[in-house]
Every structure is written in structure tokens, then in C-alpha cells.
């Protein structure tokens, strides 16, 4: 019985970590929403290829005048021989020698604040940069975003599947292992029901354990949540600069919190059911 009752306690401590596992992800995902959006955004660029016969000054000229245009964030300036090298890691170092002139312009890339990232806000910042005789295109995409906007729906919506999923399966292997320890327990309980012991005093002891088994629930998934986001830190340093320690701090406790109340709850539930129960029935479940 207790080799029974042991293998219950670390399936459901299992199971409840990976459900607040997802809890906390969904958590930063939640509260760093707006941050990760206007990231992407803000990084999205806007290229401004100039005409064949624009000079560096003249374009460098025109690259200092983009910090009055309305939404500019930023500007990079490329020079004709950069926009070379970068075409040739994309096309290889021989795509010159089928032009007589290098066809590649000098261009700037502007990135724009994250609130003029939108179809009408670009095509505003679009007429205001083409308005210059310099500028023979202004090019950029807004498939990335949207993309990237409807990922994060469509991850938004697995997560809550999974969490509602293991959410059940968690209330269930809690409820089979306070079953479990009742059964253990049942002369105690029914020796407690004689002498006169409320519902409470019976429940409190299966309580605090739940209370301390969803607290060790939590502490795993709180550690392979910063262990997973230490890993993702390595490739996407940047991304990481807009989380902020508060935040971190902030999903702990909601996946504290959310580990305790889910053990306290569903024992809750469990034992009250339990412990209204004769002496008949309490042996026979």
C-alpha cells in the first residue's frame, strides 16, 4: 500500500509540474505580450533603396533628415558596398558578372516605433519617404508580423487545450491518491469519526500534505522554466532584454499559487466527499 500510495504521490507531482510548467509559460507569455510584440515590430525593417546615381552624401544627407519623419525610430545607413557583400551571401560572389554596372543602390534601413507598424500606418511612412527625388523604392513586409500575431494565437490556443487537459488529469491522480491514503488510513478516520472529530480536523491533515506536494510541484516547474528560458537566452539574447526580473518574480507566484491551490482545491473536494461516507462505504471504495 504505500509502494502504491508513493507511486500516486510522484505521478501526480509529475503531472501537476507539467501542468504548471505551462502555466508559467503561458504566464510570460501573457504579461511580456505587448513587450514581445513591439519587439518584433520595432525590428521589422522598412529599406529605402535610392537611385542608381545617388551619391553616399547625398544619401547620407538625406538619412539625417528621417529623424523628423513621424514614427522613425531609427536608421542604417548602407553603403553600395555592403548591400554588395550582403547580396553576394545571398546570390553568390559571381551574381556581378552578368551586369556590365553593379546594379546594387545605396539604401537605408529604417525601423519604426511599434505603434506605425500597421498596412495604413506603413503606407503613410511609404508616401512621406518616397516624396523624395532621391528615393527610387521603399520596400518592406508585414508578412513576418502577422505571421508571427497569429503563431502566437494559435499558440495561445494549444496551450489552453494542454493546461485544461493536464489540469484534469492532475484532479484526477490527486483525487486517486487521497483515495488512496484514506484507505491507508481508515481504522484513524473512522476511530476519529467515533470519538466525535469534525470534518475539518480530519481534512487538515490531508490539506497540509497537498499544500506541500503542489509546493514541490511548483519548485520543479519553476525550475525547468528557468532552466528552459536560460537555454532560449543563448540563441535569442535580444528577445531576452525585454523581460524584466519583476516579471520573472511575478509567474513564480502565479506558479506557486497555482500548485497549491490546485492540490488544496481538489483534496478539498476529495475528503469532503470521503469523510461523509459510513463506515460501510468508507471500506468499500
Given amino acids: 500500500m504505500r ?19 505551462l502555466v508559467g509559460v503561458a504566464s510570460i507569455l501573457l504579461l511580456n505580450a505587448r513587450s514581445v510584440s513591439d519587439y518584433f515590430k520595432e525590428n521589422m ?3 529605402v533603396l535610392m537611385k542608381q546615381d545617388v551619391t553616399e552624401e547625398q544619401a547620407l ?4 533628415t528621417l529623424a523628423s519623419v513621424p514614427g522613425v525610430r531609427s536608421t542604417t545607413f548602407i553603403s553600395r558596398e555592403q548591400g554588395i557583400e550582403e547580396m553576394a551571401k545571398m546570390l553568390g560572389s559571381d551574381f556581378l558578372d552578368v551586369f556590365s554596372s553593379a546594379p546594387v543602390p545605396v539604401s537605408i534601413d529604417v525601423n519604426l516605433e511599434a505603434d506605425y507598424v500597421s498596412l495604413d500606418s506603413l503606407e503613410t ?23 508571427l500575431n497569429a503563431n502566437l494565437h494559435k499558440i495561445g490556443l494549444v496551450l489552453g487545450v494542454l493546461i485544461a487537459l493536464l489540469l484534469f488529469i492532475s484532479f484526477v491522480l490527486i483525487g486517486n491518491m487521497v483515495r488512496l491514503n484514506v484507505f491507508a488510513r481508515r481504522f484513524t478516520i473512522h476511530t476519529m469519526q467515533l470519538v466525535g472529530a469534525t470534518r475539518g480536523f480530519i481534512r487538515a491533515p490531508f490539506i497540509g500534505q497537498s499544500a506541500v506536494q503542489g509546493l514541490f510541484a511548483a519548485l520543479i516547474a519553476i525550475g525547468l522554466l528557468v532552466g528552459g528560458l536560460f537555454i532560449l537566452r543563448r540563441e535569442f539574447v535580444q528577445l531576452f532584454e525585454i523581460f524584466q526580473l519583476k516579471t520573472l518574480l511575478l509567474t513564480m507566484g502565479i506558479v506557486v499559487v497555482s500548485g497549491v491551490l490546485i492540490c488544496v482545491v481538489s483534496t478539498w473536494i476529495v475528503v469532503g466527499r470521503l469523510v461523509r461516507f459510513d463506515r460501510d462505504q468508507l471500506y468499500a471504495f
Fill in 61 to 64: 544627407a538625406y538619412q539625417s
Fill in 125 to 147: 511612412v511609404k508616401a512621406l519617404l518616397s516624396a523624395s527625388p532621391l528615393v527610387d523604392e521603399v520596400v518592406y513586409q508585414t508578412s513576418l508580423v502577422e505571421a
Fill in 45 to 47: 525593417q522598412v529599406s
Fill in 3 to 21: 509502494r502504491r500510495i508513493f507511486g500516486a504521490w510522484v505521478s501526480t507531482v509529475i503531472s501537476i509540474s507539467l501542468v504548471l510548467l
